[in-house]
């Protein structure tokens, strides 16, 4: 491809020594900076660049269409070159820095505590290191049972000392919330009673354990599923688990275990 050239301005010259300003833009279409090898890049269109004293002149550069890249020596402009600047995007003069990690205290969200992973779980503007409420929920880090988790009401179903929030097994059962089908009652055994209706949910924090529609406290027949939950005979107990459904007898006693109560077996 033929060079392609593009005007840099006028830049100072001192000697045989090029200045760069402090942003030189070019771009490359194979990325690799070859169009300055030496120590000059580019010369003025008129003469060389500049005899034994100094002077300035516009500089072409060669380059490829390509992408963009950029040589910037001070881009937050406090006097310092980016590879010796401890904060290369916001102005830190004389490199300040009180607490000795690598963030110069203008960009350092905890100038005077050494925090070199800048962890801010809340996202205000101290970091974690040094705030004394990191999930700014209103309790202090120090009497906080989850210090990283938003939870305000410090619930903690298993009353040990982490929170709900931050608790990967609430109840205390052995069994990972993830996986608990009652995460905040303990059932190691994860039995589900459920007769036709797989609901996921333990029968120790269950309120349907038949799955039927109807909770257990009003289910005539909790164990059984009927959706219609009817009580023809009126005794309390529904006709889908009455051993007598037409014949009155809550006691539902049957002597010689046929499955028939004895108010209405003959």
Partial sequence: ???????????????????????????????????????????????????????????????????????????????????????????????????????????????????????????????????????????????????????????ASDNDALGDACDDDDDADGIPDDEDNCIRVPNPDQTNNDAYIDDNLGADCDQDLDGDGWDDDVDRCPRIFCVHNTDSDGDGIGDACDNCPAVENSDQADSNRNGRGDACDV
């Fill in 1 to 155: 491809m033929k060079p392609q050239f593009v005007w840099m301005g006028t830049l100072l010259t001192i000697g045989a020594a090029l200045i760069l300003p402090s942003t030189l833009m070019a771009a490359d279409s194979n990325a690799v900076w070859d169009e300055c090898t030496g120590t000059l890049c580019g010369a003025p269109p008129s003469g060389g660049i500049g005899g034994g004293g100094a002077g300035g002149g516009p500089v072409l550069v060669s380059f490829e269409l390509g992408p963009y890249f950029y040589l910037q020596d001070d881009r937050d402009g406090d006097g310092a070159h980016d590879i010796y600047d401890n904060c290369t995007s916001e102005p830190n003069f004389q490199n300040e820095n009180n607490d000795g990690d690598n963030w110069g205290n203008a960009c350092d969200n905890c100038p005077d505590v050494p925090n070199n992973d800048q962890v801010n779980s809340d996202d205000d503007i101290y970091g974690d290191a040094c705030d004394d409420d990191d999930d700014n929920d209103g309790i202090p880090d120090a009497v906080d049972n989850c210090r990283t988790a938003y939870n305000p009401g410090q619930e």
